[in-house]
């Protein structure tokens, strides 16, 4: 069986963990500080800043990884080509976990080397130029660290004075030593969507059923499966999703985010790795979660087929204030509900708006998606971090 290095060890990577496990791998993982989620259940653990190259250069030669499996955006990415020169499996390869985490290199690819359909866009490295990039691109608009995650530095500038908050709060919330922001023009989308891709070793790309989602201060809230979408949409999407793999190259899943406009499909971002969003297919939408799909497309197993098979909904526990300690309040009344579930990530520390949870929902193929999601909202609300 494999040893897999986890670079990154939040609670996507502790569902992934979990479902590596099942299957008898081995995983060490790694992230900034002690007791991280993936950590808690992992065969091992190791504490770097995993910007530090020479760190991670030296972590990699200790463990000698079978598979190297990236988890956040804060790595020296650029160290991967040299690692896979050295034969060790990147997934799902070099050039996709380098381009991806950087919203300038992907976006670049989308829209200049592959021609897809993405809102305007253009790039500032001081206030000065963020100024000058508005001008352009017109208000409203949106500003990005080009490396964050979670919405972290990301902001909506409506007037003019929205813009020294907005290039400080993107220099705040960036991962990684890039002082350069994105701005992009605001598309009236009719709504979003993740399509969650499956790149194979040796077989056919295939994709879930599309979730939807909703977003507030650039991070996800509930998503809900499958999201409701005209055929020729979600095949337009399909199409861009597979040309951007395979451009990028390498096996796992990926998720995808679109937006749908009346004029069209916009491509958005592009995540080389199990979706926040995705989380959904914790509540048994589909024959294989998202993490069990990564972990079979990075170890070669084949996957004959995904299917839907029960309408289900996503929403965050949120955290309210900072503590060192957090209980929760709400889990009995949480684990009465029908049809229900939920996931408390272990994180050993709270700050406002950090993820701690996730309330799960589901029904039949027959239910109505919508209440299916208000309902993972409402039991989401009742719980409470302390």
């Known amino acids: 069986m494999a040893k897999i290095l986890l670079l990154g060890s939040g609670e996507l990577g502790k569902e992934f963990v979990i479902a ?147 290039w400080k709060y993107a220099l705040e919330g960036s991962r990684g030593d890039v002082v350069e922001v994105i701005v992009e023009a605001f598309v009236a989308f009719d709504y979003e969507i993740t399509l969650l891709t499956v790149t194979q070793r040796n077989g056919e790309t295939l994709f879930c059923p599309p979730i939807g989602h909703r977003q507030e201060r650039g991070d996800y809230r509930e998503s809900w499966q499958p999201a409701l979408m005209k055929k020729e949409s ?61 972990l079979r497309a990075v170890l070669g197993l084949p996957i004959p087929e995904i299917t839907l098979e029960r309408f289900g909904a996503s929403a965050v526990i949120l955290a309210e204030k900072h503590s060192e300690n957090p209980s929760y309040q709400g889990l009995i009344e949480l684990a009465s509900q029908p049809k229900s579930d939920f996931r408390i990530f272990g994180k050993p520390t709270s700050r406002p708006y950090r993820r701690m949870g996730v309330v799960l929902t589901y029904d039949t193929l027959e239910s109505d998606i919508v209440e299916v999601t208000n309902r993972a909202k409402i039991l989401a609300s009742k719980v409470k971090v302390l």
């Open 20 to 166: 590596a496990q099942r299957i008898g791998q081995t995983i060490i993982a790694v992230d900034s500080y002690e007791n991280a989620p993936a950590m808690q259940v992992a065969n091992s653990f190791e504490v770097i800043n995993m910007l530090d190259g020479n760190a991670l250069d030296m972590l990699v030669a200790k463990h000698n990884p079978d598979l190297i499996v990236p988890e956040i955006e804060a790595i020296r990415t650029e160290r991967f080509y040299d690692y896979e020169k050295q034969g060790y499996t990147i997934i799902p390869s070099a050039k996709a976990a380098n381009f991806t985490m950087n919203r300038k290199a992907i976006r670049d690819l989308a829209a200049k080397d592959l021609g897809i359909k993405t809102a305007k866009y253009c790039y500032a490295t001081s206030e000065e130029t963020l100024r000058k990039a508005v001008e352009k691109i017109g208000i409203p608009c949106i500003v990005k660290p080009l490396m964050s995650s979670s919405g972290k530095g990301q902001s909506t500038i409506k007037i003019e004075n929205d813009i020294e908050k907005a």
């Open 234 to 294: 979600l095949e337009t999407a399909k199409k861009i999703a597979k040309a951007v793999t395979e451009a990028l190259g390498g096996a796992g899943i990926w998720g995808v985010e679109f937006f749908i406009a009346s004029d069209g499909v916009y491509f958005s971002e592009l995540s080389p790795r199990p979706h926040d969003t995705g989380m959904v297919t914790l509540a048994g939408t589909q024959n294989f979660n998202e993490f069990e799909l990564h």
